[in-house]
C-alpha cells in the first residue's frame, strides 16, 4: 500500500485532501501541529477527522512558532481581523514561513516512513495573498525536499500534492460532500471557542460560509 | 547595522560561523534547538557561545524530531556508532529533514525580524553522506524561501549563507582561531555527559580530534 503524509489541521481543506488521498488509496499518516494558535479546537477537530476518515495515524507535533510572533494567530498582541480580507495585501494572520516549517516536518516523516507523497491542503485561490500558497512556493518546495532527503539520493521521487491548489472553497466542499465527508465535524474559525464553535465573523469564517453557500449545500458549523 | 539569524547548535562549527558573521558587521540572532538530542549539554554550550561572542540574542526553539525517530541522536533504540565514519553511506546520526527544519524556523524568525541573511555551519566535506549539507540542497532551500515569505514577494532577496561548506575541520578551527575564539567553549560530543565532556570515541570526537592535529593547535575539548 502505497504511504502519505497528510497535514491536516483540522480544518475543511486539510480534512478534503485526507478524504481525496484515502479515496486514492493512500495509507495515510496524518500530521498535526500545535503552535500556540489561537484556535486550538482545529486539534480536537483533527482529530475527529483522521479517526472519522480512517486514517492509519495521527501525531501532533509540537512547534515554537509563537515564540516569533509575527502574526494575529499566533502572537496575542496583533488582533484577529473580522473586517474581511484586503485585496493585494499579505494579512496579519499569516504565519511567517508556517507551511515550509509545517512541510519541512512532513519530510522528516516521509523520510522515516519510506512515504514518497506528501498531501497539503493549500490554495492559491482564497489565500492568495500567503506567499507560500503558490504554485510556484510547492514546486519549489518538492525540487528543495529531494534534495535534502535520502530518498532523493537514492533516486526516488518525493511529491508534495496539492488537489486543491486551483479550487474555489464552493469546489473544495463539493468534492469533500461528493465523498461522503461530514463537514460538521472540521473548525475553520480563527477565533473558536473551548467547543469548536465558529465565531461567524473572522475572514476563516466568511470564506466558510460563502463556500456552503457557493456550493448550494447546507452550512453544518456549529456557531457561537 | 544588517541582521542576521545565525542557527547555533553549541559545536566548533556553527560557533565558527558565529564568529565570522560577528567578524563581518552583523548584528546576530542566535537560534538552537532542543530537539530531543541525546548531547543536551550541546544548548548549554551554544548559550555560553552566544554570550561569549557578542550575539544580540539568543533563543532555544523547542521541536518534535524524536517523534519520528530514524535516527541515532534522538532515537533511544538506534545506537551512536564509535568505529569510525563508513564511506559512501549515510551515516545513522543523520536526523530526517533536520537542517530543513531548522532552516525553516530560521526563516520565519528571519522574517520576522526583517533579516536577510541566515548562516548555517554546513559542511560538505566531513558530512559528505547528509544529503541536507550539500551545496545543491542550500541553493534550492535559497531558492525555495524567496518564494515562500513575505521577503521574497517585496523583492528583497533572502540568503543563505554557509561560510564553511568547502572548509576541511582544520581550516574551519584555524578560521575561530584567528578570530580569537576559544573552541574550549563548544561541544561537538554525540554522547557528551552533563558538563559537557566528550567520550572521545564517537564520530563527531574523532573528526574534531584529528582536526586539531591537522591544525597544528592544542585541543581544548574536556574528555571525561
Redesign the interface.
Known amino acids: 500500500m502505497k504511504k502519505a503524509v497528510i497535514l491536516l489541521s483540522g480544518g475543511l481543506d486539510s480534512a478534503t485532501v485526507l478524504a481525496l488521498a484515502q479515496n486514492q488509496g493512500y495509507e495515510c499518516y496524518c500530521l498535526s501541529f500545535d503552535y500556540g494558535q489561537r484556535h486550538n479546537a482545529e486539534l480536537a477537530a483533527a482529530r475527529r477527522v483522521a479517526m472519522a476518515l480512517g486514517a492509519k495515524e495521527h ?1 501532533v ?5 509563537a ?4 502574526s494575529a494567530l499566533t502572537d496575542a498582541k496583533i488582533e484577529v481581523p473580522v473586517d474581511g480580507v484586503q485585496e493585494g495585501a ?1 494579512p496579519v494572520t ?8 509545517m512541510l ?2 512532513a ?3 516521509a ?2 516512513l519510506g512515504a514518497h507523497e506528501i498531501f497539503i491542503g493549500v490554495n492559491a485561490v482564497d489565500y492568495s495573498g500567503y ?2 500558497c ?1 504554485p ?2 510547492i514546486a ?2 518538492e ?3 529531494n ?4 530518498v ?2 537514492e533516486g526516488a521521487q518525493l511529491h508534495i500534492r496539492t488537489p486543491l491548489i486551483n479550487l474555489s472553497k464552493a469546489e473544495i466542499i463539493q468534492t469533500g460532500a461528493s465523498l461522503g465527508f461530514d463537514y460538521g465535524l472540521t473548525v475553520s474559525c480563527y477565533k473558536a471557542d473551548l467547543q469548536g464553535r465558529a465565531c461567524g465573523v473572522c475572514d476563516a469564517c466568511r470564506l466558510r460560509r460563502d463556500g456552503f453557500q457557493a456550493a448550494g449545500l447546507a452550512d453544518p458549523t456549529h456557531y457561537q
Not at 507535533?61 to 512558532?65: E, K, N, S, V
Not at 515564540?67 to 509575527?70: D, E, K, L, P, Q
Not at 534534495?147 to 535520502?150: E, I, Q, R, V
Open positions: 501525531r507535533a509540537t512547534i515554537d512558532l515564540a516569533f510572533g509575527g499579505i499569516y504565519v511567517p514561513a508556517r507551511n515550509t516549517i519541512s516536518f519530510l522528516g516523516w523520510e522515516v506567499p507560500d503558490r510556484e512556493f519549489a518546495f525540487r528543495m525536499a534534495l535534502a532527503t535520502k532523493g539520493v
